[in-house]
């Protein structure tokens, strides 16, 4: 069984680990000691002002597979909500990341109130592609970004209908 847990000042160690060259070869390399710990304050201080949900993943077979989020932003002038995760390298290749994304959409349409989930793999990330396309998420295309700010790059943009699953709640189609 997979569980989603608030990301708390202990899930630092979690952080680091998911630090490594591996693990952000899609985000422009590992980020120094310093800009770790001021990410890890980020997380805190975003949850408890409200502007986003981060999320420790835990499994039956380990406390701290990986993280997921999601946070307030835009996306093309309109408000969203964006959509984040990573799955230490142990663990993936076991449907963590979808089932960890099933689990974060209702809760991004409990907690949040913009009518739009927003993921943004890149490109050539195959496998956070694959993650949108099995957890339900709509391929809108593709679109040029940059992460981190001022490295270009070229990104795939999956939206779920947040509003259509809070519809679906009230009318009692889905629990």
């Keep these: 069984m997979l569980t989603l847990h608030p990301y708390s000042a ?42 986003a949900r981060i999320f420790r993943i835990a499994a039956d077979d380990h406390p701290a597979v990986g993280i997921i989020n999601w946070w307030y932003g835009e996306w093309h002038d309109q408000p969203v909500q964006e959509a984040g995760w990573a799955v230490r390298p142990e663990f993936q290749g076991r449907g963590y990341a ?22 943004n793999p890149r490109v050539d990330n195959a496998a956070s592609n694959a993650v949108c396309a099995r957890a339900g998420f709509s391929f809108r295309g593709e679109e040029d970004d940059e992460y981190p700010p001022g490295n270009p790059i070229r990104t795939n943009v999956w939206t779920f209908d947040l509003a259509a699953l809070r519809e679906a709640r009230a009318l009692g189609y889905l629990p």
């Design 10 to 51: 202990d899930d630092f160690p979690l952080l680091e680990a998911l630090n490594s060259p591996e693990m952000t070869a899609y985000l422009g390399g590992p980020e120094s000691p310093e800009k770790l710990q001021q990410r890890h304050e980020k997380y805190q201080r975003l949850a408890r002002e409200g502007q």
């Design 98 to 119: 979808v089932r960890a994304l099933e689990l974060l959409t209702p809760d991004a349409a409990e907690h949040g109130d913009r009518t739009l989930l927003v993921a």
